[in-house]
């Protein structure tokens, strides 16, 4: 059975960091690529950043380039999302998901089938 747990969110005032980390029950989680989405509330869920298999890979959404990082750690099974500058804007419900038997990236929101509960990021202006 596929399971992702986030942790690490919080509330954070602006201008500050956050890392947020979802450790994955998936027996294929070093072949697979990850990513992060976000929804915040009335709005769309919508693209955060997306990773390769190996790590050396990865793509963001054009608003938060240069402030988030998206890494994995495949000995633990675990991807981290590393947030800075972090705005107002960014407050949301963050999501991690898997795309099962795909390793490389970018990728269509729709191969991420499994996906996590969330963990709540507000940011305070």
């Known amino acids: 059975q596929v399971q992702l747990v986030e942790s690490g969110g919080g509330l954070v005032q602006a201008g500050g960091s956050l890392r947020v980390s979802c450790a994955a029950s998936i027996r294929t989680f070093s072949t697979n690529a990850m990513g992060w989405f976000r929804q915040a509330p009335g709005k769309e869920r919508e693209f955060v950043a997306g990773?390769?298999?190996?790590?050396?890979?990865?793509y963001y959404a054009d608003s938060v380039k240069g402030r988030f990082t998206i890494s994995r750690d495949n000995a633990k099974n675990t991807v981290y999302l590393q947030m800075n500058s972090l705005k107002p804007e960014d407050t949301a419900l963050y999501y991690c998901a898997a795309a099962p038997g795909r390793a490389y990236v970018p990728l269509p929101t729709y191969e991420f089938k499994y996906w996590g509960q969330g963990t709540q990021v507000t940011v305070s202006s």
């Open positions: 990773i390769n298999w190996s790590g050396a890979s990865t």
